[in-house]
T-cell receptor
Framework: DAGVIQSPRHEVTEMGQEVTLRCKPI?????LFWYRQTMMRGLELLIY????????DSGMPEDRFSAKMPNASFSTLKIQPSEPRDSAVYFC?????????????FGEGSWLTVV | AQSVTQLDSQVPVFEEAPVELRCNYS??????LFWYVQYPNQGLQLLLK??????LVESINGFEAEFNKSQTSFHLRKPSVHISDTAEYFC????????????FGKGTKLSVKP
């Protein structure tokens, strides 16, 4: 079975540019998560969706960040405009929410560098 | 609010030595507990998890963790490590009855030396 698929794997962009990260969750999963990983702050939950609906976006750093999930098989995380401090690894993850203790499956991450 | 503390950011050990990676959590309700492993340049993978029942849980590659409710701990152990265990290990907690999102600790980098 295919796992969580993220694209691009690596992106280098200039400050001020728009960045769009893409995610395809595991087929049949009904929860999707976006995490950010940095050396300083570790793993941070940015936003998560249940059944394509955003449940908690309190982790989104600021208005420059937005996330969408137009259908069960696709999600995007957009940064506009990007800044050097956004440089990080962004992970998408999905799970089948059945009542608790669900395993969350991670993609391999999108490595973003903003110069 | 729930939180996870991993006291050791780095743990260097020699091959075939035992290792313990410490994890403590804080929560006002019952929780599920997880250990994830991240190999270099990869995403996180589930190593083991505690949901209920026996407080000792094991992984397929020889790791084990014990849930201690009184000490709010979920330490990860392995009696004899291999070079291939070199990775970063993350402890995570999910509150029962929540939406299922995980709160992660800051991770412990395990370096196994020959």
């Amino acid at each position: 079975d295919a796992g969580v698929i993220q694209s691009p794997r690596h992106e280098v962009t200039e400050m001020g540019q728009e960045v769009t990260l893409r995610c395809k969750p595991i087929s049949g999963h009904n929860s999707l998560f976006w995490y950010r990983q940095t050396m300083m702050r570790g793993l941070e939950l940015l936003i998560y969706f249940n059944n394509n609906v955003p449940i908690d976006d309190s982790g989104m750093p600021e208005d420059r960040f937005s996330a969408k999930m137009p259908n069960a098989s696709f999600s995007t995380l957009k940064i506009q405009p990007s800044e050097p401090r956004d440089s990080a690894v962004y992970f998408c993850a999905s799970s089948l929410r059945t009542g608790g203790g669900n395993t969350i499956y991670f993609g391999e991450g999108s490595w973003l560098t903003v110069v | 609010a729930q939180s996870v503390t991993q006291l050791d950011s780095q743990v260097p050990v020699f091959e075939e030595a035992p290792v313990e990676l410490r994890c403590n959590y804080s929560s006002s309700v019952s929780v599920y507990l997880f250990w994830y492993v991240q190999y270099p340049n990869q995403g996180l993978q589930l190593l083991l998890k505690y949901l209920s029942g026996s407080t000792l849980v094991e992984s397929i590659n020889g790791f084990e963790a014990e849930f201690n409710k009184s000490q709010t701990s979920f330490h990860l152990r392995k009696p004899s490590v291999h070079i291939s265990d070199t990775a970063e290990y993350f402890c995570a907690v999910s509150e029962k009855g929540s939406q299922g999102n995980l709160i992660f600790g800051k991770g412990t980098k395990l370096s196994v030396k020959p």
